[in-house]
Each structure stands twice: as C-alpha cells, then as structure tokens.
C-alpha cells in the first residue's frame, strides 16, 4: 500500500479526507482538489454534502 485515503462522517453531511502516502506519491495536491491542505504526503480536507460521484471524478482526474 502506497496511499491511504480515508473518508469519514464527521456530522451529518460534514465529510473528512484523511490522505497519506508513504513518500513515493505526492498526496497534497489531491487535498487541494478538494478544498484542503497539509504536507506533501499527509494532507486532508473537509466537504459538505458531497456527491460519490464529484468525489470519484475528482480522484479519477488526480490519478492521470
């Protein structure tokens, strides 16, 4: 495993990303798709009533 994504239900409708890498892929600029930060290979954000879909895309668009 080289990246760990997390997605959990803070409160109702709040979602947290939780994103780490082992050092080999940048997951920073996955966060800021999504409205985040952090550091280059542990970084998260937070969304409000996302879509599976708007979240799926954005990952999909980050892995090309």
Do not use: C, M
Not at 29 to 57: M, R, V
């Amino acid at each position: 495993i080289e990246i760990s994504i997390l997605i959990h239900e803070e409160k109702e409708k709040k979602f947290i990303i939780t994103l780490r890498s082992k050092g080999r892929h940048e997951v920073l600029t996955l966060a800021e798709l999504w409205g985040g930060g952090g550091h280059l290979y542990a970084a998260g954000a937070s969304l409000i009533n996302p879509s599976l879909d708007e979240l799926q895309k954005l990952l999909r668009e980050w892995l090309r």
